[in-house]
């Protein structure tokens, strides 16, 4: 038993660490010639072999047949859409490092976890969000980018964004002890920080998120509120602190303030192009083009207006586009199911103090928002191990007696 715990503590810290790097090998990680992630991933397929192994009989839920039917359907479907339409490296490595490092993860949460491993598991990535943070402020390991963009160990400012949102959600929604005070401190920080990185589907989704926990919480000053921000709109957007503001980092792409760089306006037309290209694949091809083929297969539709992004920012676009209409169907009823289960068991724990089920559901709906917005299938690891939280058959609360 203590040899098994040991193994599982190990496995906590190695996946957290390869959720974080979203790589079995990056070479941004080399000190003195020894590559930290690769030895992060030996022992991280160590341990997880050893729980994988120990896993005696799999009790099928509907919710495990849609996620892990899922995953089945990904790894048949691509290697012969690679046949069809070829195989690139970018491509190669984007499924690889989802298969190997989101879903067993994702399969020993669902079997393996209980109360406590949930909890240390989200604790630990809050540490990985204090420690992006230390070298925001300090600017170790920053690399320098022409926009000015937050950009940590060469990690977009995007994906900083979202684990500053990933602190906010979890000080505010995880069940601790006290400590009220640097909790709301760190918080304050996180935002700022989130804010600076220039990137707006972190921080809408932040103040999307808070919006429905008013209207779900206290819906009796949730109209007072929705007057008071309007009203702080229009102050801002009439007034010269839009401007006062756009000063502080890339806050402007944020806000909108187009008139000052035009970098938001570029962007929200380019988020628009990549929806219509991503449309006219799918008519095209129902059935998919496998991984990494998006970028090609879009340009081929208008040679003369070449897409220089090699995804179209939006996760159920990318799997439809990529592993078919049937893969695209399955992932809106994944997500349809984990947002209905992830809701019910909150409102079903309401009164427990040490339900799990608040910060999951708030989270799920944080993730979903921005795996819409930006990212791809690879960048929205979180997300399936946020759905396999919920999917886990034993209630994540603590009874009172523990």
């Known amino acids: 038993m203590r040899i098994k715990n040991i193994f599982s503590f190990i496995f906590l810290l190695a996946a957290c660490a390869e959720l974080a790097i979203g790589r079995v090998y990056d070479e941004r990680l080399s ?11 030996f022992v991280f397929f160590l341990t997880a072999v050893f729980l994988l192994s120990s896993i005696k009989k799999i009790i099928l839920t509907r919710s495990k047949i849609i996620l892990f039917g899922f995953f089945i359907l990904l790894l048949i479907v691509n290697p012969i859409l690679w046949l069809v339409y070829d195989i690139y490296e970018y491509g190669f490595f984007k499924f690889l490092n989802f298969i190997l ?7 020993i949460i669902t079997e393996k976890f209980k109360y406590q491993d949930v909890k240390n598991i989200f604790l630990i990535l809050l540490g990985v969000v204090f420690l992006l943070l230390f070298f925001a402020l300090t600017g170790i390991f920053e690399t320098p980018r022409p926009d000015g963009r937050i950009s940590i160990l060469g990690g977009g400012p995007i ?7 990933f602190g906010v959600l979890a000080l505010f929604f995880l069940p601790f002890k006290r400590m009220y005070l640097p909790r709301l401190c760190f918080i304050l920080i996180f935002i700022i920080y989130c804010l600076i990185s220039g990137s707006r589907g972190p921080f809408i989704s932040l103040f999307v998120i808070f919006t429905l926990y008013l209207f779900l919480n206290f819906r ?9 921000f309007l009203l702080l709109v229009a102050v801002f957007f009439g007034t ?5 503001l756009s000063e502080l980092g890339r806050t402007d792409r944020v806000f909108l303030n187009v008139a000052k760089r035009g970098g938001s306006n570029q962007s929200t037309q380019t988020r628009y192009e990549l929806v219509d290209r991503s449309y006219e694949l799918m008519k095209k091809h129902p059935f998919g083009i496998g991984a ?19 995804y179209p920012h ?47 559901f708030y989270l799920w709906i944080f993730l979903l928002l921005n795996a819409m917005l930006s990212g791809s299938l690879n960048d929205s690891r979180l997300l399936f191990v946020t759905a396999s939280c919920v999917l886990i058959i034993n209630p994540l609360i603590l009874k009172d007696s523990e």
Do not use: C
């Open 314 to 360: 939006n996760l159920l676009f990318e799997i439809i586009n990529e592993y078919g209409l049937l893969a695209g169907i399955l992932l809106l009823i994944l997500i349809l199911h984990v947002t209905y289960s992830s809701f019910a068991k909150m409102l079903n724990h309401y009164y427990s103090r040490s339900s799990l089920y608040p910060f999951l």
């Open 220 to 228: 009796k000053i949730f109209l007072r509120l929705s007057v008071l």
């Open 292 to 310: 990494g083929n998006w970028q090609i297969k879009a340009n081929e539709l208008d040679p003369t207006h070449l897409m220089a992004h090699e």
């Open 101 to 107: 490092i989101t879903v067993p993860i994702s399969i």
């Open 240 to 244: 010269n602190i839009s401007n006062d």
């Open 159 to 165: 994906i900083f964004g979202r684990w500053m949102g």
């Open 31 to 41: 000190i003195y010639g020894i590559n930290l992630s690769l030895i992060i991933s």
